[in-house]
């Protein structure tokens, strides 16, 4: 499965997101890519747990789990 990383460069609210009906689309915006390369590879792999079913709004299943 290939996965499509987009830019929104209309959006200065959100890092990044996935829409549910769109499954190999990942957006990805400027404040995301203005906080670095760390922050644009963790904005990706926690949109890419969204596309492998981890649920969005208040559930945590996408965040990297604390040690
Ligand atoms: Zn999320």
Redo the contacts with the bound molecule.
């Keep these: 499965m290939g996965v499509y990383v987009n830019y929104e460069a209309g959006n200065h609210r959100d890092w990044g997101?996935t829409d549910p009906s769109y499954l190999h689309d990942i957006v990805l915006t400027p404040l995301a890519l203005r906080m670095g390369r760390w922050a644009i590879a963790g904005t990706i792999v926690?949109?890419i747990a969204?596309l492998n079913g981890?649920p969005?709004g208040n559930d945590h299943a996408?965040e990297v789990p604390r040690r």
Excluded: L, M, N, V
């Design positions: 997101w926690h949109e969204h981890a969005g996408a």
